[in-house]
Nanobody
Framework: QVQLVESGGGLVQAGGSLRLSCAAS????????MDWYRQAPGKQRELVAV???????DYADSVKGRFTISRDNAKNTVYLQMNSLKPEDTAVYYC??????????????WGQGTQVTVSS
């Protein structure tokens, strides 16, 4: 099976920066899209950013110009660089990846989440 592990969350002042990482491990044949989602208490989970296999990216309007998604295919890792953070960015951030294993077709996998808290 495949495991995704997020790291890099924490507490930061408004205007500060954090860099989230999500590393995939397991019997991986190919990683297609890799995404970041976030969910605040009482809110729906929302898509923050997506990066496709050849590097094309999309962002939620709320984070455009502030967040950057990237990936290192050699490390099976996706990153989310978050700059100019606002209190409304406070949420648990989850990575998601569409991955084909050596024995299965492509499926969605989720990380456990990492907490990001932005204070005023």
């Amino acid at each position: 099976q495949v495991q995704l592990v997020e790291s890099g969350g924490g507490l930061v002042q408004a205007g500060g920066s954090l860099r989230l990482s999500c590393a995939a491990s397991g019997s991986i044949f190919r990683i297609n899209a890799m995404d970041w989602y976030r969910q605040a208490p009482g809110k729906q989970r929302e898509l923050v950013a997506v990066i496709r296999s050849y590097g094309n990216t999309d962002y939620a309007d709320s984070v455009k110009g502030r967040f950057t998604i990237s990936r290192d295919n050699a490390k099976n890792t996706v990153y989310l660089q978050m700059n100019s953070l606002k209190p409304e960015d406070t949420a648990v951030y989850y990575c998601n990846a569409v991955i084909a294993t050596m024995t299965r077709g492509a499926s969605n996998y989720w990380g456990q989440g990492t907490q990001v808290t932005v204070s005023s």
